[in-house]
């Protein structure tokens, strides 16, 4: 038996998330469909972590075991022949049976894309939209208490089932290009719509909606009510995972 790790991205688009449900279409269940097709048996894949309905993933990272005498480079071109065409494996290795896709994770970084502008119809469900103008600087200054650990029960949905929320956020970059705004988020791990509060938190400050003030509130009484909005699925990617 050995264990093989895969390297994929995807579209989230048209997905119920990652993780298998009854009668939806989900990314795991199209990977485990795929697997099926090409060993004949029923496998079983573990994921770096869930991605919800509408997020995107540039370098999610997959296992499964396997006892096929098919070598594992020749795995990454038997899947892309039989994988719809919004999900691509980018690489696959062989690593030791001892390895976990979840729980060897030392650190993800995931990227959040904006359109600062009117809305444009041929980025629609890649990208989030942001008509007021977004003042990275300011963005930035919130970031600057965002980062270190913290409990972060204050920046998750309420429908977690997390018992420990304190993670660390190592980095928070900040990027514009013409239109577009990039926040890039590396931490030790992420809750439930984390990353997707935290950016909101940003938004929300840059445009004075929330002040500093009410950022250092949601860390110290870990409430919800006082970070920022929810930002869209679309505009979220998971771009690496550190083992």
């Given at each position: 038996?050995?264990?093989?790790?895969?390297?994929?991205?995807?579209?989230?688009?048209?997905?119920?998330?990652?993780?298998?449900?009854?009668?939806?279409?989900?990314?795991q269940a199209?990977?485990?469909?795929a697997l099926?097709?090409?060993?004949?048996?029923?496998?079983?894949?573990?994921?770096?972590?869930?991605?919800?309905?509408?997020?995107?993933?540039?370098?999610?990272?997959?296992?499964?075991?396997?006892?096929?005498?098919?070598?594992?480079?020749?795995?990454?071109?038997?899947?892309?022949?039989?994988?719809?065409?919004?999900?691509?494996?980018?690489?696959?290795?062989?690593?030791?049976?001892?390895?976990?896709?979840?729980?060897?994770?030392?650190?993800?970084?995931?990227?959040?894309?904006?359109?600062?502008?009117?809305?444009?119809?041929?980025?629609?469900?890649?990208?989030?939209?942001?008509?007021?103008?977004?003042?990275?600087?300011?963005?930035?200054?919130?970031?600057?208490?965002?980062?270190?650990?913290?409990?972060?029960?204050?920046?998750?949905?309420?429908?977690?089932?997390?018992?420990?929320?304190?993670?660390?956020?190592?980095?928070?970059?900040?990027?514009?290009?013409?239109?577009?705004?990039?926040?890039?988020?590396?931490?030790?791990?992420?809750?439930?719509?984390?990353?997707?509060?935290?950016?909101?938190?940003?938004?929300?400050?840059?445009?004075?909606?929330?002040?500093?003030?009410?950022?250092?509130?949601?860390?110290?009484?870990?409430?919800?009510?006082?970070?920022?909005?929810?930002?869209?699925?679309?505009?979220?990617?998971?771009?690496?995972?550190?083992?």
């Amino acid at each position: 038996m050995k264990r093989v790790l895969l390297k994929l991205s995807y579209d989230g688009t048209f997905y119920r998330g990652w993780q298998k449900q009854a009668d939806l279409k989900t990314v795991q269940a199209e990977v485990e469909k795929a697997l099926f097709v090409a060993f004949k048996k029923n496998i079983e894949v573990f994921a770096s972590g869930r991605t919800d309905a509408g997020v995107h993933a540039i370098g999610q990272c997959v296992h499964f075991d396997i006892d096929d005498t098919v070598p594992v480079r020749k795995i990454k071109m038997i899947l892309n022949r039989i994988l719809p065409n919004d999900i691509e494996i980018i690489s696959a290795k062989k690593v030791p049976n001892n390895f976990h896709a979840r729980f060897s994770v030392k650190r993800k970084t995931y990227i959040y894309k904006i359109y600062n502008q009117q809305k444009n119809c041929f980025l629609a469900n890649k990208v989030a939209f942001v008509k007021e103008y977004l003042d990275i600087d300011k963005m930035q200054q919130c970031a600057k208490i965002l980062m270190g650990k913290h409990n972060f029960k204050g920046f998750c949905s309420s429908n977690t089932n997390a018992k420990d929320f304190e993670k660390t956020i190592y980095d928070i970059s900040i990027s514009k290009k013409k239109n577009f705004v990039y926040v890039e988020v590396t931490g030790s791990g992420f809750l439930m719509h984390m990353v997707r509060i935290l950016v909101g938190t940003m938004v929300d400050f840059a445009l004075n909606k929330i002040s500093i003030e009410d950022v250092k509130m949601a860390l110290e009484k870990q409430n919800r009510i006082f970070a920022g909005q929810t930002m869209p699925a679309d505009g979220l990617y998971l771009k690496k995972v550190v083992y």
